[in-house]
């Protein structure tokens, strides 16, 4: 399957092979600013780097800043604005200013990178003046920061609402969930086309097609498919707040019980394909299952934003544009 490297996994890789590494994470911004809190750049200390803070603004100060306190392994506090003489040499005349903390190798890094990748959600609380830090991984606390247990109930309520910034307690605090997921029935051709766009998005793309051929075709190479009935799928799935479900066959005994198992579930999108009249004889089966009209109403249908889509490419971009203006709007 292909892995698509984050700054993470990059700062991970650099200091397994003996670098010199600092990681530069946006703490705050006011204003116009191209990234949010929360956003990462890796550095290593021959310059290289992976991510972003500023969007191209800031980045080659950001580095030489970084490159500094690798060599004095002491974190620094940068903010950048167009009150601050360095602003128009590192280009940020948008009218904002940004904060970003630049520290060494963190000390739960490890313990970061093993809950990520068991999926589980967490978050790191970084003193901004020492560097030391606390991982917060459900009932777990690693590190060698100390907080009260207000201060942490307060980072768990963090957690579960997705937010990184700085605390009423002066720590930066760095949310970090599992990927959205996106869930597509049907290993047809806007398939083979939505699933690489959406995985390149930062989506965990899972096709669901009992067609061995349609499932295992080489067009959805590095994607996770299963072979398996829609409802027999989606049952061990099972969609939660950060799951959309995209069914794209036209085939009602394959796209139906994946939508009645959506509708059933938190997912935060669900997208159906077909015509105007396609999708009103779907939501009439639906309605003979048992699902109101209120139910039924969060399907998206016909899936994908009006944008005169015509090849599977065009109409994987519309679905996929949806699919991220809704994520983004319920965040």
């Known amino acids: ?20 590494v600092a990681l530069a994470t946006v703490a705050a911004t006011w204003g116009s600013s191209p990234r949010p809190v929360g956003s990462h750049m890796a550095v290593a200390e021959n310059g290289d780097f992976a991510g972003s803070v500023s969007g191209g603004c800031i980045e080659g100060a ?3 800043a970084a490159r500094e306190v690798i060599a004095s392994g ?4 940068l903010e950048y604005g167009v009150t601050n003489e360095a602003a128009w040499e590192v280009g940020l005349a948008c009218g904002g200013r940004i904060q970003v903390l630049v520290q060494p190798k963190p000390v739960v890094l490890d313990e970061l990178q093993a809950a990520r990748a068991a999926k589980r959600s967490c978050a790191v609380v970084t003193d901004t003046h020492s560097g030391a830090q606390l ?14 247990d207000d201060e942490v109930m307060y980072v768990r309520a963090r957690i579960a609402g997705d937010k990184s910034g700085i605390a009423p307690f002066g720590h930066l605090v760095r949310v970090y969930a599992p990927p959205a997921r996106m869930v597509i029935v049907g290993a047809v051709h806007i398939a083979q086309a939505l699933a690489p ?30 072979v398996a009935w829609p409802d027999e799928a989606m049952a061990e799935i099972t969609p939660d707040r ?22 059933k579930s938190e997912a935060f999108y669900i997208g159906a394909l077909g015509s105007k009249k ?54």
Do not use: N, Y
């Open 242 to 263: 950060r799951t959309a479900v995209v069914t794209l066959t036209h085939d009602p005994k394959l796209d139906d019980p994946a939508l009645a198992a959506a509708l």
């Open 278 to 331: 396609t999708h009103a004889a779907r939501l009439d089966r639906l309605a003979q299952a048992g699902f109101t009209a209120e139910d039924t109403a969060r399907i998206h249908g016909p899936v994908g934003l009006d944008i005169a889509a015509v090849t599977p490419a065009e109409i994987a971009v519309s679905i996929l544009a949806q699919v991220i203006a809704t994520l983004r709007a319920g965040a």
């Open 135 to 148: 991982l917060v991984d459900g009932d777990t606390l690693s590190g060698d920061l100390c907080l009260s």
């Open 62 to 64: 950001v580095v030489d």
């Open 1 to 20: 399957m292909t892995t698509i490297l984050d700054p993470l996994d990059h700062l991970a890789l650099w200091a397994r092979a003996g670098h010199g």
């Open 197 to 226: 766009m959406a995985q390149t998005a930062g989506f965990a793309v899972t096709v669901i097609d009992p067609r061995e051929g349609f499932a295992k075709s080489g067009a959805l190479a590095g994607i996770d498919a299963m």
């Open 74 to 77: 002491k974190p620094r506090m």
